[in-house]
């Protein structure tokens, strides 16, 4: 009798064991850098140094924004692990009146607050509501012969002016569009570049805090 409820006892355990089994959450990336279509046409978000930029071309990171399903985050419980720049271990998860989703006590507390998307899908934001970006690679980005540059204003005194700058450029004239006074590097949540038939006909640089 004792070594049946010694079984029963080690079966409920299990069972017990299997339904606590963690589940891991990674991001759904809309750029695949296999397909040879991602580098010839459409809009990419890239980061780049300032040396990284020639007359030429742009050796540059490819970023795609974070996403992830809204149905993985809506299931997510403690113990749970979500992947996001690092792996965090769920600790809570709480979903205020917007459907906004802090996991471990959201940014403010080294967290992460995720927003809900049109698309089904939740992004997670930073204190300036920019979304994280992944590279997803690196790519020798050629300008065509005349590139359109979009550029934030500013005024004398630094301050922003609403609108864009936009001036369509010879390809050697781009780089000193693009980096400011105090701006050497490209920021992914700044910089777009959209590509036709693999060269870079426009560059959209807006403002970041």
């Given amino acids: 009798m004792k070594k049946m409820i010694a079984i029963a006892m080690a079966a409920a355990m299990a069972v017990g064991a299997v339904c606590a089994v963690a589940e891991e959450v990674s991001p759904k990336y809309s750029i695949n850098m296999e397909d040879e279509q991602t580098l010839m046409n459409g809009t990419l978000s890239i980061g ?59 940014f403010d507390n080294d967290g992460l607050t995720l927003y809900p998307e049109d698309d089904g899908t939740y992004t997670p934001r930073e204190w300036d509501d920019l979304p994280y970006y992944e590279m997803m690679g690196q790519a020798q980005l050629q300008f065509a012969d005349q590139v359109t540059v979009n550029h934030y204003k500013e005024n004398e005194d630094g301050g922003l002016e609403e609108g864009m700058d936009t001036q369509t450029v010879d390809a050697a004239q781009v780089k000193g569009l693009i980096f400011g006074e105090y701006s050497h590097e490209l920021d992914p949540a700044a910089v ?18």
Avoid: H
Avoid at 74 to 89: E, F, H, R, S
Avoid at 192 to 206: D, F, M, R, Y
């Fill in 192 to 209: 777009t570049v959209t590509l036709e038939n693999g060269l870079i006909t426009e560059v959209t640089v807006n403002y970041i805090p």
């Fill in 48 to 106: 780049a140094a300032e040396d990284d930029v020639t007359e030429k071309d742009i050796w540059a990171g490819i970023y795609d924004e974070i996403r992830y399903d809204a149905a993985e985050i809506d299931a997510l419980k403690v113990g749970d692990l979500i992947d996001c720049q690092q792996q965090y271990t769920i600790t809570s998860v709480e979903k205020d009146d917007s459907g906004c989703v802090d996991i471990n006590g959201g």
